[in-house]
């Protein structure tokens, strides 16, 4: 069960700026638990691509920003190229279940 | 470099027990602030937390998995392992673990995964 919502896709021309939205409630997101955001290439297992909201783990493009506010995060891409097409989750810690938490997943295209 | 790799069975029964091992190289599973999680996703499906174990032993399970879970360390010194008893075909699934960095709560490492099938 997901009891983070993201839209199932996003699309966006080379070199255009997407962002994706996370939508979470108390017991998660507005509960000051940081988002994390992970990005699946097709056929491969996630990789961590922001960690506490806002920071990228050495390796990741600067193209790839986060942000969270209330109840929600975002990610963005800035300068969108093909290689970003993949599925991006966001994942927090819930206190109502004792245990994390991922999104619905969202499709990047790149058209 | 920190590297997990799951093993186990890839065909299960339904009714029957799921048991896989997360091999451990680069790092010790029962030191640091880290702990060890299992995460599941179905074919052309979101992910979905298992549960996890921290270097103490305690462990935390996903309550919509109702009791069916079981992370322990494994008998091999950088071992964890999962079972999940009772399968149906809703528990078909592609297998990660991965470490989960303590101080941030996010998966830092994660296996390549490893798909389960569950059929008769």
């Known amino acids: 069960q997901s009891v983070l919502t993201q839209p199932p896709s996003v699309s966006g021309a080379p070199g255009q700026r997407v962002t994706i939205s996370c939508t979470g409630s108390s017991s998660n997101i507005g509960a000051r638990y940081d988002v994390q955001w992970y990005q699946q290439l097709p056929g491969t297992a996630p990789k961590l691509l922001i960690y506490g909201n806002s920071n990228r783990p050495s390796g990741v493009p600067d193209r790839f920003s986060g942000s969270k506010s209330g109840t929600s995060a975002s990610l963005a891409i800035t300068g969108l190229q093909a290689e970003d097409e993949a599925d991006y989750y966001c994942q927090s810690y819930d206190s109502s279940l004792s245990g994390y938490v991922f999104g619905t997943g969202t499709t990047v295209t790149v058209l | 470099q920190v590297q997990l790799h799951e093993s186990g069975p890839g065909l299960v029964k339904p009714s029957q027990t799921l048991s896989l091992t997360c091999t451990v190289s680069g790092a010790s599973i029962s030191s640091g602030n880290f702990q060890w999680s299992w995460i599941r996703q179905p074919a052309g499906k979101g992910l979905e937390w298992i549960g996890l174990?921290?270097?103490?032993?305690?462990?935390s399970y996903n309550p919509s998995l109702n009791g069916r879970v079981t992370i322990s360390i494994g008998t091999s010194k950088n071992q964890f392992s999962l079972k999940l008893t009772s399968v149906t075909a809703a528990d078909t699934a592609v297998y990660y673990c991965?470490?989960?960095?303590?101080?941030?709560?996010?998966?830092?490492?994660w296996g390549r995964g490893t798909l389960v099938t569950v059929s008769s």
């Open positions: 174990i921290y270097t103490s032993g305690s462990t």
């Open positions: 991965t470490r989960v960095n303590g101080f941030r709560r996010d998966s830092d490492y």
